[in-house]
Structure formats: C-alpha cells, structure tokens
C-alpha cells in the first residue's frame, strides 16, 4: 500500500479545537488515567498508540461522554467544558466511530446513515430528503459503494467502515474520533478507509486516529500521541520521528525486536 505523500500533509497553525490537560480517571482501585495531556486542532490527525491496558479506550470515553474525568481539564476552542454523558460530547461536535460500528445489518444506508437522526415532514418520514443527502454526503467523501439503498449486510468490511464514518459526519462534527477504523481489513480496503481520514483532515475536521497498525499511523497521521500505563509517553511529529522511536516510547524500553533487527541489518550492510 502506498503511502500519502508528505506534501499532503496539514500544516497545523492556530488554537486547538480540543485540548486535555492533566486528566485523571479512576475506576475504584484502578488508576486508569494519570495527568494526561492531549491536543488536538483543526485538520490534524492525531494517533493515539499505546499497547494493550496502556488507557486509550478510557482516554477516548472520557472525550467522548462515556466516563467523566475525574481531575484535570477539557476545553473545547478554549472554554472548559464538562463531559458527563455523549450527548454533551455530541453536542460540542465530537463524533466518535467505535471499532463494532453499531450497523444495523438490516437496513440499507440511508437509514443507517440517519438512524435517530430522521428527517421528517409533516410528520412523517421523508426517504426523498435523507436519499438526497445521503448520496450528497458519499459524494462529497468520495465514497463509493453499490447504491445508497444496499442493506448494510451487503457491504464489504471497508465498505461498512465508511459508512459508520459518514454516519458521524451527518451532525457536522469538528473532531472525528475513529477506534482501529483498519482492523482486520484488507489492503485495498484499508486504503479505502485512510483514503477517507486524509478526505477528512481536508475538510479541517481534527481526527483522533487509534491504531496498533504503525503503517497505518505514518501513512496519514501528523502528530502521534503515545501512552503507556495510563500516562504521556510522548507526543511525535511522524515527519520528525522513526518507527523505532515511537515503539520504544510505546513499550517503554530502548531495546526491542524492531531496534534489533535495524542493528542486525545495518551490520550486515557493513559487513558487506
């Protein structure tokens, strides 16, 4: 899979859209989350890495409603806000893309697209009106799929990955938050999908990108946010920083299968 040119890359100025500073959460005797700091501006995407147990889910709850913090700050365009329950957060404009999904199989696009959200007239459901947008909205995203009217069980993985993204989109969200929007797709259909984060970031939506894919992170990510066992463990420019880098902050240790394999190549190289 090729990589997105580093030309296509955002060049961040201004204030953040969204920033936490010092956030703490606990969860009885488990400190999930110790003063953690994280920034996030308009068309920038940010990835969130850390290995297994290290407080991404928790510290994308927190953004997203789902657990209040319960220390620190979050502002929102430099008001601090409080986040108690998703619709606050929904409310703001954060939009938040979990990795089930939550597709109704049974339905095609248009309703999936506008579930909870119908547009009505005169009391009654107008499919004209959520048709039209929807096909707008696929359009505007470059996404292309069968017909807006497919049920959703038809779709391929990729297929239904951009439609749960779209489906955030149609509130108008200023920070997409995506949780392993590529697991367990295939090439083509992970290009499909970080096709459509670059699309994203073009529109001067901030995007909360979590990944265990590295690749992934460096085709479209501009900054990477680490953490490890619940706490800042770094924050990277990809432009900047090499792979070894960020895996060492990730697992903590300057010495690890990827930096051994690079010593093992480059003696080779000079050997030969």
């Known amino acids: 899979m090729k990589s997105p040119s580093p030309e296509k890359k955002v060049h961040v100025t201004g204030a953040p859209v969204l920033q936490l500073r010092a956030v703490s959460k606990r969860f009885g005797a488990v400190q999930a989350l110790t003063d953690v700091d994280l920034t996030v501006h308009a068309g920038e995407v940010v990835a969130l890495v850390g290995d297994n147990g290290a407080g991404k889910s928790t510290l994308v709850k927190t953004i997203a409603g789902v657990h209040p913090i319960d220390e620190g700050t979050i502002t929102w365009h430099g008001d601090p806000v409080r986040l108690t329950r998703p619709q606050d957060a929904q409310t703001l404009g954060i939009a938040t893309v979990y990795q089930d999904l939550a597709l109704c199989d049974n339905l095609d696009v248009v309703a999936n697209l506008f579930l909870g959200r119908e547009k009505r007239s005169r009391g009654l459901l107008d499919e004209t ?8 909205l696929l359009d505007t995203l470059s996404i292309r799929i069968p017909s807006v009217r ?12 951009v439609v749960a993204i779209a489906r955030a989109l149609v509130g108008d969200p200023s920070i997409v938050i995506l949780d392993e929007p ?26 909360i990108l979590i990944s ?37 902050a990730i697992t903590g240790a300057t010495d690890n299968a990827v930096t051994r394999r690079q010593a093992r190549l480059t003696e080779e190289e000079d050997a030969a």
Do not use: W, Y
């Open 212 to 248: 265990h894919n590295m690749a992934d992170v460096r085709a479209v990510a501009d900054t990477v946010a680490v953490l490890r066992l619940g706490r800042n463990n770094g924050v990277f420019s990809v432009a900047d920083t090499t792979q070894e880098q960020i895996i060492s």
């Open 182 to 207: 590529t697991a367990a797709l295939g090439v083509e259909q992970t290009a499909q999908v970080l096709d459509l984060v670059e699309r994203l970031r073009a529109r001067g939506l901030g995007v």
């Open 129 to 136: 009106a959520m048709e039209q947008r929807a096909r707008e």
């Open 150 to 161: 497919i049920p959703v069980a038809a779709l391929s993985g990729g297929q239904r990955q």
